[in-house]
């Protein structure tokens, strides 16, 4: 890991070598944000989609891009080309992170910073066989988190504790509620089946909007399957034909374990279900058309 090329303000050097200053208000305040490429067979996946979500993150925090697009490909492309090189790895996460950068410590956004640019890639931990087979399992809780989840930011404690009480309990993720309703899990969006439809939580404050929104939109459409973004009671989450996640990590899995108990009904109970395996196939198949 130590010797990982990275690239950090300008400059690709060796992990163990990249510093930054204590008065980053990134580390001070964990004032910036974040996007996660997945990169498959060397490519760059969705990217223009990963960049809007970036410039929605940084505008909604007064952070000013300091990048085109065009150089920002550039970079991910550097980058998946050394760690391809380094580990012979084809299907990779590219992390990009942006603070304000460099200032006395104050609570007030000052003007005029150049902001801290971080970027690294690592290879792929997909899915395993046995979850694609079987489905995985979550836990349940409040969602306790701040109330601006529409922001990909580096403060996410709120997140690392939530992801813990799923780690603590043997699951992969922990599925939160607002008031009732759905919003997300700890890094992963949440998605149900009923009657062959797939539903999502409408977009709003309290979710981030994963790039899947968009993506599995256009694979149901793909599929024939009917898509709707409502408010989802817990109860219908609980209640639902199936459940899923997404994520750039994830793709989209089946949960078929909540809370101990088994997710759907009849033959198909505690079992991956039809929509899932539908997507999951269209999916595929969209990884191959739509890198860059």
């Known amino acids: 890991m130590n010797d990982a090329l990275v690239y950090l303000n300008g400059d690709m050097l ?29 490519r760059l996946f ?28 550039a970079r991910c492309r550097q980058l998946v080309a ?22 006395p410590r104050d609570h007030v956004m000052p003007v005029g910073l150049t902001p801290t ?22 836990i349940t809780a409040r969602d306790f988190r701040w109330e601006r989840g529409d922001i990909k930011s580096t403060s996410l404690l709120g997140n690392v504790l939530a992801r813990q009480m799923s780690a603590d309990h043997g699951a992969v993720e922990t599925i939160m509620f607002r008031d009732g ?33 968009e993506l599995l939109r256009e694979l149901c459409e793909e599929c024939g399957i009917a898509y709707n973004l409502r408010p989802i009671p817990e109860a219908d989450v609980l209640a639902a ?23 759907g009904h009849g033959a198909l109970r505690g079992k991956p279900g039809p929509v899932y395996a539908r997507l999951f196939e269209a999916y595929q198949r969209a990884k191959a058309a739509m890198a860059i």
């Open 181 to 213: 309703f759905l919003t997300e899990a700890a890094a992963s969006n949440v998605w149900i089946a009923h009657e062959g439809a797939l539903l999502g939580p409408p977009k709003s404050d309290h979710v981030l909007e994963g790039i899947r929104f």
């Open 14 to 42: 060796p992990i163990s070598q990249a510093k930054v200053s204590v008065l980053d208000r990134g580390f001070i305040f964990g004032d910036g944000i974040y996007e996660v490429v997945p990169v498959y067979g060397q």
């Open 82 to 103: 050394a760690t391809s090189q380094a580990t012979g790895a084809q299907d990779q996460l590219v992390y990009i992170q942006l603070t304000r950068g460099v200032a």
């Open 46 to 73: 969705r990217f223009d989609e990963h960049m809007a979500r970036l410039d929605r993150s940084l505008a909604k925090l007064r952070i000013p891009n300091p990048a085109s697009r065009d150089a920002w490909l």
């Open 241 to 263: 034909d199936e459940v899923m996640l997404s994520s750039a990590t994830k793709e989209i899995i089946a949960v078929t374990q909540i809370d101990g108990e088994p997710v």
């Open 117 to 138: 640019v971080f970027m690294m890639a690592n290879p792929m931990k997909p899915a395993t066989p046995e979850q694609r087979h079987k489905g995985v399992a979550c």
